[in-house]
Nanobody, 117 residues
Framework: QVQLEESGGGLVQAGGSLRLSCVAS????????MSWYRQAPGMERELLAT???????YLEDSVKDRFTISRDGDKNTVYLQMNSLKPEDTAVYSC???????????WGQGTLVTVSS
């Protein structure tokens, strides 16, 4: 089992920055990638960014000019640096860890980001 704990959400003014963190604990040996998703009120959950164990990264076009994903050297922590935040970035941001085995798919509890105009 893997536990994921996110932190770093909160209230920020438009144009500001936040850095979200997600720490994986437990039996993390199955993890090959960690990702950030968000879900705004009344919207579907959307993938924002992924970072693999091999240091490959992916960012959705909608955020790639403002957000950066990175992982610690031990690969058990993933960060999402969010700059130039906009009110439409307001959402619950969740961390996901998965691996080649389909049973290796875990979610954090989510952290709320609110961007005021």
């Amino acid at each position: 089992q893997v536990q994921l704990e996110e932190s770093g959400g909160g209230l920020v003014q438009a144009g500001g920055s936040l850095r979200l963190s997600c720490v994986a604990s437990g039996d993390t040996s199955c993890i090959t990638a960690m990702s950030w998703y968000r879900q705004a009120p009344g919207m579907e959950r959307e993938l924002l960014a992924t970072a693999t164990n091999g240091d490959n990264t992916y960012l959705e076009d909608s955020v790639k000019d403002r957000f950066t994903i990175s992982r610690d050297g031990d690969k058990n922590t993933v960060y999402l640096q969010m700059n130039s935040l906009k009110p439409e970035d307001t959402a619950v941001y969740s961390c996901n860890a998965d691996g080649l085995d389909t049973t290796c798919n875990y979610w954090g509890q989510g952290t709320l980001v609110t961007v005021s105009s």
